[in-house]
């Protein structure tokens, strides 16, 4: 039988966590020789009791064992387990490393990760900045790592993709599914030039109650996490605090004073994360000694020779730079705007319109509105 079915079969049995998994292999050296084990060598092991030595010399491999194996194989999705040399190094670390992770694309075991974060319900300026610090970092040689969901982790992907850097994508289901379904063209752009990585087999769908597990795991394989837009009861804040308490950076993007979008980075701020404006915030704090590459690509050396260039002038009515004056980066609805200009309606939304077709405004769900940063 194939090693990996035992690494696959262990996770099925009832009682044996991450933890109890790793004191296992640490033991007996591999899954196949648990299942082999008399009940007093069973005993040796921290956390293992009679009840439990029972059940796992009762254990019947799962058939979806074989199938999740199977599944794996056909979608070109690679199984690393937690005794493979290119497991990632500073996943290894955490209290309760995944003992097996799927993984479509490549996965470097020393790349200099840091993580970006925060809420799937972002403002244009969260995601501008989000994707001004993803491409930031790619270009000084980071691999930037999120969860993929909509929002500020898509930005945080969009932003080291179009610097021509590495991402990585952690998802909270099986690598069978694309969660949310309107990122399945980012996800197999991350497996070009990165990896998207579940501790989750196949089948298994995005729960709820999966995503705060993962967490764990985006802020175990960076260096530093970096919050950009959370609410005070946001579940970035988890990871955030799961990234303190794995000895990592905690760094947080600050918002509006008025914005409760930013309530939970603020917080983070005031509890001692650092504050970050720009990458340098990030580099400097994590102080590492050795120099980081920076990446070369058609689109940076486009933005290199570009720096410092002047944008032309967008000419504006006097009517549109009321418009313009009267938003900020956090959206406002379209009857605040009517209420505050001496505008009707139906010239307020075609002054909108032609402030959109000139990039200087966007529009989310609702009739909601908002500057653009530059």
Same mark, same amino acid.
């Given at each position: 039988?194939?090693?990996l ?5 262990l996770k099925?049995?009832?009682?044996v966590?991450?933890?109890?998994f790793?004191?296992l292999?640490? =033991? *007996?050296g591999?899954? &196949?020789?648990?299942?082999s084990?008399?009940?007093? &060598?069973?005993?040796q092991?921290?956390?293992v009791?009679?009840?439990l030595?029972?059940?796992?010399q009762?254990?019947k491999m799962?058939k ?5 194996l199977a599944?794996?194989?056909?979608n070109?999705?690679r ?8 497991? %990632?190094?500073l996943?290894? =670390?955490? $209290? ?16 200099l990760?840091?993580?970006i974060?925060?809420?799937r319900?972002a403002?244009s300026?969260g ?5 001004r610090l ?7 040689? *980071?691999?930037?790592?999120?969860g993929?969901?909509?929002?500020i982790?898509?930005?945080?992907h969009i932003?080291?993709l179009?610097?021509?850097?590495k ?6 289901c ?6 949310p379904? &309107?990122n399945k063209?980012?996800?197999?752009r991350?497996a &070009?030039?990165?990896?998207?990585i ?6 298994t %769908? ?17 260096l530093?996490t ?5 609410? $005070?009861k946001?579940?970035?804040l988890?990871? @955030?605090?799961?990234a303190?308490e794995?000895?990592?950076e905690?760094?947080?993007v600050p918002g509006s ?7 939970g ?7 001692g ?6 990458v340098?915030?990030i580099?400097e ?6 120099p980081?590459?920076?990446i070369?690509? @058609?689109?940076? @050396?486009?933005?290199?020779?570009t ?5 032309p002038?967008i000419?504006?009515?006097?009517e549109e730079?009321?418009i313009?004056?009267e ?13 505050h200009?001496s505008l ?12 959109e077709?000139?990039?200087l405004?966007?529009?989310s769900?609702?009739?909601l509105?908002?500057k653009c940063?530059?």
């Amino acid at each position: 039988m194939e090693p990996l079915i035992y690494w696959l079969g262990l996770k099925t049995v009832p009682g044996v966590g991450n933890r109890l998994f790793l004191h296992l292999i640490q =033991h *007996f050296g591999e899954p &196949e020789k648990v299942f082999s084990a008399s009940t007093g &060598e069973l005993l040796q092991v921290e956390g293992v009791n009679d009840r439990l030595a029972s059940v796992i010399q009762g254990h019947k491999m799962p058939k979806k064992v074989q199938e999740d194996l199977a599944l794996a194989q056909k979608n070109g999705v690679r199984i690393i387990t937690f005794s493979d040399t290119d497991y %990632p190094t500073l996943l290894r =670390h955490i $209290h309760d490393p995944p003992p097996v992770l799927y993984v479509c694309g490549k996965l470097h075991s020393d790349s200099l990760n840091i993580a970006i974060v925060g809420s799937r319900n972002a403002t244009s300026y969260g995601r501008t900045i989000t994707e001004r610090l993803g491409g930031g970092l790619a270009r000084r040689g *980071f691999t930037v790592v999120s969860g993929m969901a909509r929002g500020i982790d898509a930005a945080a992907h969009i932003g080291a993709l179009s610097a021509g850097g590495k991402t990585i994508a952690v998802l909270g289901c099986g690598l069978d599914t694309v969660y949310p379904a &309107e990122n399945k063209s980012l996800f197999y752009r991350i497996a &070009e030039s990165g990896a998207v990585i579940s501790e989750f087999p196949f089948l298994t %769908p995005p729960e709820a109650h999966n995503f705060p597990v993962r967490n764990r795991i985006i802020s175990g394989l960076a260096l530093g996490t970096v919050i950009v837009e959370a609410t $005070h009861k946001s579940g970035s804040l988890i990871t @955030a605090r799961l990234a303190a308490e794995q000895g990592r950076e905690v760094f947080a993007v600050p918002g509006s004073i008025t914005s409760f979008k930013s309530m939970g980075t603020h917080g983070l701020i005031k509890q001692g994360a650092k504050l970050v404006e720009h990458v340098d915030d990030i580099v400097e704090e994590l102080n590492i000694a050795r120099p980081i590459p920076s990446i070369i690509t @058609a689109e940076s @050396a486009k933005v290199a020779t570009t720096a410092g260039r002047e944008e032309p002038a967008i000419s504006l009515t006097s009517e549109e730079k009321k418009i313009i004056d009267e938003l900020s980066p956090y959206p406002v609805h379209i009857d605040k705007l009517v209420r505050h200009l001496s505008l009707s309606a139906a010239q307020v939304s075609s002054l909108l319109l032609q402030l959109e077709l000139k990039g200087l405004v966007i529009q989310s769900p609702g009739k909601l509105f908002a500057k653009c940063e530059p």
